[in-house]
C-alpha cells in the first residue's frame, strides 16, 4: 500500500522537474473573451498532488482506520505475528533440538511453545540482540551453533529490530496484553489457538501476547491449549 504512496509520489516529483524546464512562452490572446490565462506549471503541479492526497485519504478510508500510522501499526502487527510464528518458532525447534536428549517426542509440541513464548520476552520486549541469542541457543553446552543456526538467529532478530523500531518511532503508542484466564476453555475471541492446539482446549498459557492499539486488538494473543481432561 505505501508502495502506491511512493510510487505517486515520484511521478509527482518528476512532473515537477519537468514541468520546471524552460519552454518558448506561450503567448496569451485576448480573442477568447474569457479574462482566463493558460494553467501553468505550478498550477498542474498542485492539481497532480491534490489528486495524490484524495487517493491517500481513499485508501486510509477503505482500509477502516483513521490515518496513516493506523497503517503503519497495521503493519507492524503483521510483522509481529509473522516473527513469532516462523522465526522465532524456527529459533525454539533449533533450541529443542539441542535440550531434547530423551525427552519423549509428544512433549516437543508444548515444550517448543513455551520456549517461543520466551523468545517474545528476550527479543520483541527485552531487546536481545544476536550475540545473547547464540547464546541462549548454545546455553545447553552441546557445543557452537552452525552457521545456518547463526542465520537463522541473525534473521530473527534483523524482523524484531524492525519491529522495536517501528514500535518506537510512531507516534500512537501500541502495547502488548494477554488477558487470557488460564485453566479455562479458550472463549471465542480472546485469543488464537497456537498451530496444532485445539480451538476449544483448555488455556495451558499464552505464547505470545496481543499486539493492541488505543483499545484495538490488531493481533490476537497466541494461546497454547490442552484436550479436556476426560
Not at 506561450?26 to 506549471?41: F, I, N, Q, Y
Not at 488477558?179 to 485469543?191: H, I, M, N, S, T
Request: proline residues 7%.
Amino acid at each position: 500500500m505505501f508502495r502506491w504512496f511512493r510510487a505517486l509520489a515520484t511521478v509527482a516529483d518528476t512532473r515537477d522537474h519537468v514541468l520546471q524546464l524552460q519552454v518558448p512562452p506561450v503567448p496569451v490572446t485576448g480573442g477568447s473573451g474569457t479574462g482566463e490565462s493558460p494553467a501553468g506549471p505550478a498550477d498542474e503541479l498542485t492539481e497532480l498532488r491534490a489528486e495524490v492526497a484524495d487517493l491517500r485519504s481513499r485508501v486510509v478510508a477503505l482500509s477502516g482506520v483513521s490515518d496513516e500510522d493506523d497503517l503503519v501499526h497495521d503493519n507492524l502487527a503483521e510483522l509481529y505475528h509473522n516473527l513469532v510464528t516462523q522465526q522465532l518458532r524456527e529459533v525454539a525447534r533449533l533450541r529443542w533440538g539441542r535440550i531434547r536428549r530423551d525427552r519423549p517426542v509428544t512433549d516437543g509440541p508444548m515444550a517448543q511453545a513455551r520456549l517461543v513464548r520466551d523468545l517474545v520476552g528476550l527479543i520483541v520486549t527485552g531487546g536481545a540482540d544476536e550475540g545473547d541469542l547464540i547464546r541462549w541457543l548454545a546455553s545447553d553446552g552441546t557445543g557452537d551453533p552452525t552457521d545456518a543456526d547463526r542465520r537463522t538467529v541473525e534473521g530473527a532478530c534483523v524482523q524484531a529490530r524492525r519491529l522495536r523500531a517501528g514500535i518506537a518511532t510512531s507516534v500512537k503508542v501500541a502495547m502488548f496484553a494477554e488477558d487470557v484466564p488460564r485453566g479455562k476453555p479458550l472463549a471465542e475471541g480472546a485469543g488464537r489457538p497456537w498451530p496444532g492446539c485445539p480451538a476449544d482446549g483448555t488455556v495451558a498459557f499464552v505464547v505470545a501476547p496481543a499486539y493492541v492499539l488505543r483499545g484495538r486488538v490488531l493481533t490476537e494473543p497466541l494461546v497454547f491449549t490442552e484436550v479436556h481432561a476426560a
